[in-house]
């Protein structure tokens, strides 16, 4: 290489300039192997894991044929002590089952929708060259599946989330999760794997505010989260949930950050990562204190674990870890290693704070057992709940509905004529055109799974709300149309 000093600096343009021209009309994937021309062996069926856990490394394995199936989970969960959430899943964990592929596979993803679901879903995977990286064909109303199939091009880290509309609130509902490319012969052999992935929750309620608490809208718009975690909840990977490895073991975390909003200061407490796949892809930097990761991003950082102790996954903009739930932990045990670190080891200094987080009593008033008459002020006040969990992803926060898409419930003739039939388009589901307030909607609403107690008061909630005539309905109205014959 010294020789090189000796040429003159013309050819040196020359022979730059020449390099330019070849890599410029030869893409650079074509001098790789073109990846749409490795040839697939054999079908397997896609191992899927739920956070932390990560399926088992490709290793050397041929490109395959790969069925995945995954199944989308509308439920309940727990964001933090006394506070539930309504989740929204890609396999029933936030974020969604890890999917582990090397370049070249063919993968056949059938996506369903549970049938207890309420809404309609979809999945856009970064990793995917097509229309919407899958998004388009992939669209699937409660109690139906889709399948549609993909080659993998490029090796690394990739985001995938559900684009249905409103995608924003899909997103903060939790409909994201990460799949893996690797590239040839695999990612490097390593000793503990895991999954992590940053979201940020918007709930009506303040930060730690009890009880089940529907999302916020505005404060989603407004960017201003109430929980910002990593896998779904704030304990996640805490206490208990920690992760885990032994002394001089290397540690490899695929971290993803769904967003929907907030870009992560992703760092450990008292580790370095030795290497950062930047953004997931195939640059590597060496030495890292702190990695960025975008929203619909992703990073693979890797460390070796010298010392014994209590090692805090934060994301730097610290508030979010100490007051919003953005902390987890990693447990290393083993002998300790003065050289690298000695020195009084003090328990309890990285907790959450949780200064607003209270403990509430178990008794969730829980609306489905032991129906009694509600108050029209009871009913108002349920309903809106419902509305906000149910309804107000098609229909908007104010009924105003979305053009061409859904019709308004604010003023709407067509709700005011007929109270029996709005009770049976929330239970049956409704399809084919009718036209409300003059325009003509042909879409399709599928059906909701509430109680009878749940129809009466979103619906007296939608009728005393935005201008509608303030008809109330009773679970006894609802029971009936329920009891009707189809
Ligand atoms: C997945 C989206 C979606 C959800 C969720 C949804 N709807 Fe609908 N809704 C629609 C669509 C689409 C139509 C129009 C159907 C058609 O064109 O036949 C509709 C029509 C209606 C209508 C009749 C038209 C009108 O504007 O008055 C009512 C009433 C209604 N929905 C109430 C509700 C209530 C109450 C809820 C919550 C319990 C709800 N919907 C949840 C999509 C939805
Ligand atoms: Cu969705």
Redesign the pocket.
């Known amino acids: 290489m010294t020789k090189l000093r000796f040429i003159p600096i013309g050819i040196l343009f020359f022979l730059a300039s020449s390099m330019l021209l070849v890599s410029c009309d030869g893409d650079k994937k074509a001098v790789k192997k073109n990846p749409t021309k490795i040839e697939t062996t054999g079908t397997i069926a896609a191992e899927l894991t739920a956070p932390p856990h990560v399926p088992a490394p490709v290793g050397a394995r041929g490109a395959k044929n790969i069925k995945l199936e995954m199944v989308i989970i509308e439920k309940e969960g727990t964001m933090t002590d006394g506070v539930k959430y309504v989740y929204w899943t890609f396999g029933g964990s936030v974020p969604g089952s890890f999917i582990r592929t090397r370049v070249g596979d063919e993968v056949e993803f059938t996506l369903s929708n549970h049938a207890d679901n309420?809404?309609?879903h979809n999945i856009d995977l970064h990793a995917v060259t097509g229309p919407g990286g899958g998004a388009t064909s992939s669209f699937v109303a409660p109690g139906y599946s889709k399948t549609f199939s993909f080659k993998t091009l490029n090796p690394g880290l990739y985001v995938y989330h559900c684009a249905t509309a409103p995608v924003g609130m899909h997103i903060a509902n939790g409909m994201y999760g990460l799949i893996l490319v690797e590239p040839e012969g695999g990612l490097p052999k390593v000793d503990k794997e895991y999954y992590i992935m940053q979201g940020d929750f918007y709930t009506k309620g303040s930060t730690g505010e009890p009880g089940l608490q529907p999302f916020d809208m505005q404060k989603a718009v407004d960017e201003d989260a109430d929980y910002v975690v990593f896998n779904g909840s704030v304990d996640a990977l805490t206490g208990d949930n920690a992760i885990t490895a032994s002394v001089g073991e290397t540690v490899r975390l695929f971290v993803g950050n769904g967003g929907p909003n907030l870009v992560s200061s992703f760092h450990v407490i008292g580790e370095i990562f030795d290497k950062v796949y930047i953004e997931g892809g195939s640059t590597i930097n060496e030495d890292v204190q702190t990695t960025l990761i975008p929203a619909g991003g992703a990073a693979i950082v890797e460390f070796k674990v010298d010392v014994p102790g209590t090692f805090i996954l934060v994301d730097h903009s610290i508030f979010r870890a100490f007051n919003k739930g953005a902390l987890g932990m990693l447990n290393v045990t083993g002998e300790e290693y003065k050289k690298v670190y000695s020195g009084v080891i003090q328990e309890g200094i990285y907790h959450p704070e949780g200064g607003t987080i209270q403990n509430m009593p178990d008794g969730k008033a829980a609306s489905t057992e032991a129906p009694k008459a509600m108050s029209l002020a009871e009913k108002m006040e349920a309903g809106k709940n419902?509305?906000s969990r149910?309804?107000l992803?098609?229909?908007q926060a104010s009924g105003e509905?979305i053009a061409n898409?859904?019709?308004?419930?604010a003023n709407?003739d067509?709700?005011n004529e007929d109270v029996n039939?709005?009770i049976d388009?929330?239970l049956n589901g409704?399809?084919?055109?009718?036209t409300?307030n003059g325009t003509k909607?042909?879409?399709?609403?599928?059906r909701?799974t509430?109680t009878n107690e749940e129809?009466a008061s979103?619906?007296t909630y939608?009728y005393n709300s935005w201008g509608n005539n303030k008809s109330e309905v009773s679970p006894a109205d609802v029971a009936k149309i329920r009891g009707a014959v189809h």
């Open positions: 309420k809404l309609p419902i509305y149910t309804c992803a098609c229909h509905g898409a859904f019709p308004p419930l709407s067509y709700l039939r709005a388009i929330v409704k399809s084919g055109e009718i409300v909607y042909n879409s399709i609403m599928t909701q509430l129809v979103v619906l939608v």
